[in-house]
């Protein structure tokens, strides 16, 4: 993992940490990127940004049953009750 800490000069990797539902560290060679989905960030354009590769997401699973189609049928479906909504603060 620190071989790639160096490949990543804006400290994009350690932002968040991620943790399982139950409090567990996941895999500790894994690389996450977590998203924004919803309308109380700071820039729309990057809230945007998140919503299309959550969606790009989305659409590439669906085509993967049956565990991961159920994960891009539920994402899509929070994405198109998201759509629209933009910086309500």
């Known amino acids: 993992m620190k071989d790639r800490m160096k ?3 804006l400290d994009l990797l350690q932002d968040y940490n991620v ?3 139950n ?5 500790s060679t894994a690389v996450y990127l977590v998203l924004r989905l ?11 940004a998140c919503r299309a590769a959550a969606r790009a997401y989305a659409k590439f699973v ?3 049953p049956p565990k991961l189609s159920e994960v891009g ?3 899509e ?6 759509d629209g909504v933009i910086c309500r603060r």
């Open 7 to 9: 490949a990543n000069p």
């Open 19 to 21: 943790l399982r539902p």
């Open 23 to 27: 409090g567990e560290s996941p895999d």
């Open 38 to 48: 919803d309308d109380f960030g700071e820039n729309d354009a990057h809230v945007l």
């Open 62 to 64: 669906r085509e993967h």
């Open 73 to 75: 049928e539920a994402l």
């Open 77 to 82: 479906k929070l994405l198109n009750e998201l």
